[in-house]
């Protein structure tokens, strides 16, 4: 009985902790989209491009910010499909 008790345990503390993962993912995820949504605005207005600028000109850098910018809109499309925040609303 007593280790049947610490596997519930052990499970309910594993899905909080999950929650809160995915919690933070999703908010880290929207910092880099909001980040990379206002280097695009300023970039297309200016022609300045603030990432690249950041990463001193090191093209490699500029490449990885840009394909974690595209990690996170993916990541957000899963969260969409999968949590379906928007169900409330009709």
């Known amino acids: 009985m007593i280790f049947a008790r610490m596997i519930f345990a052990r499970m309910i503390f594993a899905r909080k902790a ?6 933070f993912t999703t908010v880290l995820c929207s910092v880099i ?3 990379t949504a ?3 605005t300023l970039w297309a207005f200016s ?11 090191n093209s490699l850098l500029y490449r990885i910010l840009t394909a974690l910018s595209g990690v996170a809109a993916l990541w957000h499309i899963f969260w969409l499909v999968t949590f379906r925040p928007l169900d409330s609303l009709q």
Do not use: E, P, R
């Open 18 to 23: 999950n929650t809160v993962k995915m919690k």
């Open 33 to 35: 989209l909001l980040l």
């Open 38 to 40: 206002f280097n695009a």
């Open 47 to 57: 022609g300045f491009n603030l990432i690249y600028f950041l990463v001193f000109k």
